[in-house]
């Protein structure tokens, strides 16, 4: 069975849009990077997010949730700058 990265892109978009306006809040964002063969989402922090010492409770509290809720099929995320998560 192939898997349709394009369709997951798409619905990692959509977790990303109700998201995107508490970071522009802030005057952040996130940008997904890649998804790789193996399920894991690589994504980049925008703006404000790229350097606050609170995107990690961002992201455990809240961002990986939702992108996992809408795309159960991704293993794992990880940031490409800023702070690290698993």
Known sequence: ????KEAILQRVEQ???TLRPHL????G??????LTDDMVLK?????NCETCS??????????Q?????????IKEMHSIN????T
């Not at 522009?24 to 005057?27: F, K, Q, V």
């Not at 964002?29 to 890649?34: N, S, T």
């Not at 800023?82 to 998560?85: P, R, T």
């Open 54 to 63: 609170m995107s990690a409770m961002t992201f455990e509290g809240g961002i």
């Open 15 to 17: 977790a990303l849009t």
């Open 1 to 4: 069975m192939s898997i349709d």
């Open 82 to 85: 800023g702070f690290s998560h």
């Open 65 to 73: 949730a939702t992108i996992m809720s809408f795309v159960p099929e």
């Open 29 to 34: 964002d996130i940008e997904v990077v890649e």
């Open 43 to 47: 994504f980049k922090w925008l703006g």
């Open 24 to 27: 522009e809040a802030d005057g």
